[in-house]
């Protein structure tokens, strides 16, 4: 089984509209969380980590439920340059394993 | 601007060749670096961590003999494919924790992108 699962979708949505993402782990040991953002044939960039209590940032808001073991990322009125790969992210071990999902593409279109 | 450099950023070589991929923090000490592969559409699979001054600790089902990796020194990790063959294709990232940083932010590398023929 895979450490992290995503949908990887691509979800095409228009300019200004609301859209969530979902991300699942495995290991209930898991301790902290990230989004992370990739664009085509980059590398991978944070964009946000994601507490407990769930936190928000400017359109972006990630929440975490650790009873079922996923962890979410929303994005309001998204912009032409959201468009990319979304990456769950999640570490083992205190900071030295790091594990990711397969990501979700993003395509906001005008 | 970048915090970790890779090089090169590609590269083709022939079968049974070696190839080196070099992994640089720029403006920090790493003790720790991470080595990735990611196929097209697919996630980031770690295949080791490169720990300074000792051996790198591998993945399951990561050869260590076919991925030789050396952290010498504070900021530069290596990875040397051996004998690389077309099945080795693919794109390799470093990526590097910076101390001081934001909880558990990776710094990546631009990433390697490798053709066997």
């Known amino acids: 089984r895979k450490e992290v699962e995503q949908d990887p979708g691509p979800f095409n949505v228009p300019e200004g509209a609301t859209v969530a993402f979902n991300c699942t782990y495995s290991n209930s040991a898991s301790q902290s969380f990230f989004w992370y953002r990739q664009d085509c044939r980059k590398e991978p960039k944070l964009l946000m980590s994601?507490?407990?209590s769930g936190n928000e940032d400017g359109r972006f808001t990630a929440q975490l439920n650790r009873a079922s073991q996923y962890i979410s990322l929303l994005i309001r009125d998204s912009k032409l340059s959201d468009s990319a790969t979304y990456l769950c992210?999640?570490?083992?071990?205190?900071?030295?394993?790091?594990?990711f999902g397969s990501g979700t593409k993003l395509n906001v279109k005008p | 601007g970048a915090v970790v450099s890779q090089h090169p950023s590609r590269v083709i070589c022939k079968s049974g060749t070696s190839v080196k991929i070099e992994c640089r923090s720029l403006d920090f000490q790493a003790t720790t670096m991470f080595w990735y592969r990611q196929f097209p559409k697919k996630s980031l699979m770690l295949m080791a961590t490169s720990n300074e001054g000792s051996k790198a600790t591998y993945e399951q089902g990561v050869e260590k003999d076919k991925f030789l990796i050396n952290h010498a020194s504070l900021t530069l990790s290596t990875l040397t494919v051996t004998s690389a063959h077309p099945e080795d294709s693919s794109f390799y990232i470093c990526?590097?924790?910076?101390?001081?940083?934001?909880?558990?932010?990776?710094?990546f590398g631009e990433g390697s992108r490798l053709t066997v023929l």
């Open positions: 990526s590097a924790r910076r101390q001081g940083g934001l909880a558990g932010e990776l710094f």
């Open positions: 992210v999640v570490n083992l071990y205190n900071f030295n394993k790091f594990y």
């Open positions: 994601v507490y407990s």
